[in-house]
């Protein structure tokens, strides 16, 4: 077996006979001595004077036939030792799918609802305001990745073989594409029937579900096992947000995969004194531009309707802190991504076909934990979290509603206020702001810099009027990192717990946090 690099101009299939020369070449034989051949990399080029797609393709004599990627078998696990899994986002869907192929029974533990009764919540979250505290658009079944597109774009080995991710996606009805994209999506509108065929696997083969479950206190008890107690909300598709009864779960591992807005999960390990620590995030706003303008800054003004729209990716450097592009969205929409009421935060989402008018991504400043005032050293651990928590607020305090804080991108780097705003995806609406006096100074004056910096340099015609920006961007990642042994993953504090995915610190994203769920149900 041989790998060539192919390329052909967008728009059209390849066949053998343009494959075939190329093969034969590469490994060394006549024409007719070749066997198969299968695309495992496919990305856009639109460098030169044609757009082409290029191509990665394994290569095989006829004396040669590819090995077929296979997954482990699910077992089943009825009768199996449960493992309790706490969160069903993609740290803990995956972790479970693991569990069921090593032969134990995972028992999901999610405060929200499934995902079929979550687009409810969701849908009255942006028409009525109204935030239901455990089903948003961060809580619930799938996890907050289920309501931002999709976007599968980890490649890294490091932290595991993402073929197991992304077969077991393409098994549950994702699209066969993901396997070979450079950046591959699912998109909102298939990825809750994906969620729900994996939920059918893990119960059809012995596992269990407990929507409406909420952790609430975590004990070890004198015999090893791990008590969690919790509390139930019933009937779990309702809109009530009153817990009903208090429940028990024991086990003897457990997978806290709680994602990064659990602040009760944190606030209780500060106040039990186990091991946590202040993590640094990133904080910015949501930067909004019309589609066809992206598509013409990326294809240089060749894009035509049968090519992808176009996405961008950037970051620079701004006095020593990093300012990049974050879940960028092409043909989206931007959702209220709050878990409680009196906060404003803001996200972004796309369905499959990516065909909105507008395309937005979070544009964001890193921050560390000395970059904060001094004021929030009292919070110790937490001290990342408050001050993400009162950005929220304050913005949420300058509209009095979901209404966004927004202001014309050229208008926020001349700090001058905008008169009017462009049109916006945004269902609750948008507000003229002066969001560079909301922001945090250290952020606003970064983003400041930042974006003529972009336009002038790495996508002309990017810093313009016409694009909207729109407070605040802060849910990039965990503002608390849970300390785990780098060996066994389990907590120091709680022999038994694993701390996982993006909620203890760990990841970064769908792929990232499934692969750390694995990691954990592995070494139990």
Request: net charge neutral; with cysteine.
């Amino acid at each position: 077996m041989k790998q060539i690099e192919y390329a052909a101009k967008i728009g059209r299939e390849l066949t053998s006979a343009e494959i075939l020369p190329a093969a034969a070449k590469a490994l060394g034989v006549k024409q007719d001595a070749v066997g198969a051949w299968q695309v495992v990399r496919r990305s856009v080029d639109a460098r030169g004077s044609d757009i082409l797609y290029r191509y990665k393709i394994d290569v095989y004599r006829r004396d040669e036939s590819p090995e077929p990627y296979r997954l482990e078998e699910y077992r089943d696990v009825h009768e199996a030792e449960p493992v309790l899994v706490v969160g069903s986002g993609p740290a803990g869907m995956f972790a479970a799918l693991k569990l069921l192929m090593r032969g134990f029974k995972p028992v999901i533990l999610e405060r929200g609802k499934d995902v079929h009764a979550r687009k409810f919540d969701v849908a009255a979250l942006s028409r009525e305001g109204r935030v239901h505290p455990d089903s948003n658009y961060c809580f619930g079944e799938g996890g907050a990745g289920t309501f931002s597109d999709g976007k599968l774009f980890t490649r890294s080995s490091k932290r595991g073989d993402i073929r197991e991710v992304l077969h077991q996606l393409v098994l549950f009805g994702a699209d066969p594409d993901i396997l070979v994209n450079a950046h591959p999506h699912i998109g909102s509108d298939r990825l809750p029937v994906v969620v729900e065929h994996i939920r059918r696997c893990i119960e059809e083969h012995g596992g269990e579900y407990h929507f409406g479950t909420k952790v609430v206190d975590i004990e070890r008890l004198d015999n090893g096992f791990l008590k969690l107690s919790c509390k139930v909300s019933e009937p779990a598709d309702t809109a009530s947000e009153t817990p009903v009864r208090d429940t028990v779960f024991t086990a003897r591992k457990v997978i806290l995969a709680t994602g990064h807005s659990a602040r009760e999960l944190y606030e209780l390990f500060q106040r039990k004194g186990w091991a946590i620590e202040a993590k640094g995030l990133a904080v910015g706003v949501r930067a909004e531009h019309p589609q066809w303008l992206i598509n013409k800054i990326q294809y240089h003004g060749r894009w035509q309707p049968f090519m992808p729209v176009a996405e961008y990716a950037f970051v620079t450097q701004v006095e020593g802190r990093g300012v990049f592009s974050f879940c960028m969205c092409p043909g989206g929409i931007l959702v209220p991504s709050a878990t409680a009421s009196g906060e404003l935060v803001l996200n972004g989402m796309s369905n499959s076909a990516r065909n909105g008018k507008l395309a937005n991504a979070g544009v964001v400043v890193q921050v560390e934990p000395s970059d904060v005032p001094e004021e929030y050293a009292r919070y110790g651990a937490l001290s990342m979290l408050r001050w993400q928590a009162d950005i929220e607020r304050k913005m949420y305090d300058f509209t009095g509603s979901l209404k966004a804080p927004a202001q014309r991108m050229m208008d926020f780097c001349r700090r001058m206020p905008s008169r009017d705003l462009p049109k916006t995806s945004y269902h609750p609406g948008a507000v003229a702001a002066p969001l560079h006096e909301l922001l945090p100074e250290p952020i606003s004056w970064r983003l400041k810099l930042a974006f003529p910096y972009v336009g002038n340099k790495l996508m002309h015609g990017y810093y313009t009027n016409d694009a909207l920006l729109l407070g605040v961007e802060s849910r990039t990642s965990s503002p608390v990192r849970i300390l785990r042994d780098a060996q066994t993953l389990e907590s120091p504090s709680l022999p038994g717990l694993y701390p996982c995915g993006e909620g203890a610190g760990y990841a970064g994203g769908i792929v990232s946090s499934a692969l750390d769920g694995i990691a954990c149900a592995s070494r139990i």
